[in-house]
């Protein structure tokens, strides 16, 4: 009986030990991650980063093509699926697929 209890105990460890070195994986592997794009960065001001192009305003951004965001632009870097990428004009940092500055250049 003694000897189930201290396999069982033993067995539970073993799992505990498992999930929290699987928690702490994950969080390493976020922790590496490229920060997001601050739309208060002073290079994302000059240049009119926003998150969601669908919400700009075309008459305040002259250079604004309609239907162009990050996911369309010749910038953009990284695996295509995720939600935030890198880009070439602001090297270290993810920008929102659904993004928009007036960096953007149509892919080719
Ligand atoms: Fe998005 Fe292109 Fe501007 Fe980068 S350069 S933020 S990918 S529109």
């Given at each position: ?29 976020r922790?590496a991650e ?75």
């Amino acid at each position: 009986m003694k000897d189930a209890i201290s396999r069982r105990l033993l067995i539970q460890r073993a799992a505990g030990a498992a999930m929290l070195a699987a928690a702490g994986a994950a969080v390493r592997s976020r922790a590496a991650e490229p920060a997001r794009l601050d739309v208060r960065d002073p290079l994302a001001v000059a240049l009119a980063y926003v998150e969601d192009a669908s919400k700009l305003d075309a008459a305040k951004t002259p250079k604004f093509v309609r239907g162009s965001n990050c996911s369309n632009c010749l910038q953009l870097q990284g695996k295509a699926g995720d939600p935030y990428r890198p880009c070439a004009l602001f090297p270290g940092k993810l920008v929102a697929v659904g993004g928009w500055c007036s960096g953007w250049t149509p892919e080719m």
